[in-house]
């Protein structure tokens, strides 16, 4: 039984639903934890519990009433990055501050009081197009799992994406765990001002330096998300071409994306300046993850 976590407010029960719809085509054999961030969405998900025993949920409030630190973190000052995506909104900065906190936050939880082997964390709003089993026939020596963001590279965000991370709960993998989630509570820590400025995400780049059985998962399968589109050839059957490779599409990290339900349309992700599909590959993959979302929501 392998153990995913993922976290949501009540706007985004639908991708988590197609999340785990994603996960469930080729095995069961997983519990997806959710932090759920509103009384509403822990609804949400408790009263169909039944019928997806794979769902266990947690409350943040929960979390911060059992952890005086976290609770407090959640005033925590917002990075650059934060007031950039919340448009000055000072307000709004601290709460997705907050919010980028959790991803170390909570799969440190899930290690510290599940009893896991590992957990992976996933964004909400990622799809699997390929079996998440393979991901785990390349982690027997792996600690540590990343990803990189597959685009030219910005100082500001960083090289690698939180779109997943992988932590096995050994020394290694708990010890660079709790470190990632310190810096995120603490923001007094001696690397705040060099890769503080992008939420949890520019600390990625220090694990390799600083941690033992890292490893960039990349080489094993293909990733996609509208930042890097454009960074990647595509074949058929499910194939990509990246760095002169041809991979097998595991995931979409479907960022930013906007449905309309009741038009039965959506916009890509506007944020990232896509409004088409650059290709029919892409387009293929933005409806079928539509059509899911459209079933789940129902």
Sequence with gaps: MKNF?????????????ALNESLSKNSDDYTLNILCLDRKAKESFDTKVSKNRNIRTFFIEDLKQEDPILEKSSRNPPSYEALNVSNGDHEKAVWLQFLWSLSSYFSWYCLE???CE???FIDADIFFFDDWRKIYQNLEDVSV????HRCQ???????YNVGI???KNNFDGYRCLSWWKNCLLFQD???YKTHGMCGDQKYLELFEELFDGVVVLDKYFAHLAPWNYSYHEYGGYGGVVWDG???????????????????GTYAMAPRHGLEQAPNSFIKKIYDEYFDCLKRVND
């Design 5 to 17: 976590c993922t976290v949501c407010d009540s706007n985004f029960c639908d991708r988590v639903w």
């Design 113 to 115: 009081h599940l009893d």
């Design 118 to 120: 590992d957990i992976l």
């Design 145 to 148: 799992g990343i990803v990189e």
């Design 153 to 159: 590279y910005s100082p500001a965000n960083g090289k």
């Design 165 to 167: 991370v992988y932590f």
């Design 189 to 191: 820590n001696q690397y």
């Design 245 to 263: 490779k041809l991979q097998n599409l595991m995931y979409c990290h479907f960022s930013n994306f906007k449905p309309n339900y009741k038009e």
